[in-house]
């Protein structure tokens, strides 16, 4: 299987900040990575797909990139509402794999 | 709007079988280019592909989960099933059922139930 690992594991910041999160993958995948959003108590949000795809009605501000074996999520100016735990994930073999997952947290 | 709703028992004894339903509404699971899955969340932790089916019963699954899973589908009652059997305390989690489009990832998912594994 495929290992993705996401860092950092929590990530502390403010309103405005520019935030960037990352997973590597154990070895080269094509794009199909996606991001997801999950608040506490709720299941996850998708994000991003195919590495860099925005998801209908998912405000500009997410971005994603990468290729390879390296992909990120950033998150261009932190809004209060998106203060939550983000998951990379890799479906490109018929083996799904998931990061850690990165808390961001109020600085 | 598709919806996705997760329904089975919260807590279930070491040693014997989880059984999860999901039930669709909004879409049909005998739909083509579509796979459903299930994924788990242990409290705290991160999350996990347990295995994904398709209209048809053809089935792709986490291989780390061994031959403890079973995931079925019914397209005649739009749902699809989860069994996990000899269960122990780190099957506890948070269970999700979520709709895959062809090519794509998770874009819709059930609020997802907790199942605990206790005696």
């Known amino acids: 299987d495929i290992q993705m690992t996401q860092s950092p594991s929590t990530l502390a910041a403010s309103v405005g900040d520019r935030v960037t999160i990352t997973c590597r993958a154990s070895?080269?995948?094509?794009?199909?990575v996606a991001w997801y959003q999950q608040r506490p108590g709720q299941a996850p949000n998708l994000l991003i797909y195919?590495?860099?795809v925005l998801e209908t009605g998912v405000p500009s501000r997410f971005s994603g990139s990468g290729s390879g074996t390296e992909f990120t999520l950033t998150i261009s100016s932190l809004q209060p509402d998106d203060f939550a735990t983000y998951h990379c994930?890799?479906?490109?073999?018929?083996?799904?794999?998931f990061g850690q997952g990165t808390k961001v947290e109020i600085k | 709007q598709v919806q996705l709703q997760e329904s089975g028992p919260g807590l279930v004894k070491p040693s014997e079988t989880l059984s999860l339903t999901c039930s669709v509404s909004?879409?049909?699971?005998?739909?083509?280019?579509?796979?459903w899955g299930w994924i788990r969340q242990p409290p705290g932790k991160g999350l996990e592909w347990i295995g994904s089916?398709?209209?048809?019963?053809?089935?792709y699954h986490n291989l780390s989960l061994k031959s403890r899973v079973t995931i079925s589908i019914d397209n005649s009652k739009n749902h699809f099933s989860l069994r996990l059997t000899s269960v122990t305390a780190a099957d506890t989690a948070v269970y999700f059922c979520?709709?895959?489009?062809?090519?794509?990832?998770?874009?819709?998912w059930g609020r997802g139930t907790l199942v605990t594994v206790s005696s």
């Open positions: 979520a709709r895959t489009p062809w090519g794509r990832p998770f874009d819709s």
């Open positions: 909004g879409a049909s699971t005998d739909t083509s280019r579509t796979f």
């Open positions: 089916v398709y209209k048809s019963g053809t089935t």
């Open positions: 070895q080269r995948i094509d794009t199909g």
């Open positions: 195919k590495a860099s």
């Open positions: 994930q890799q479906y490109n073999t018929n083996w799904w794999t």
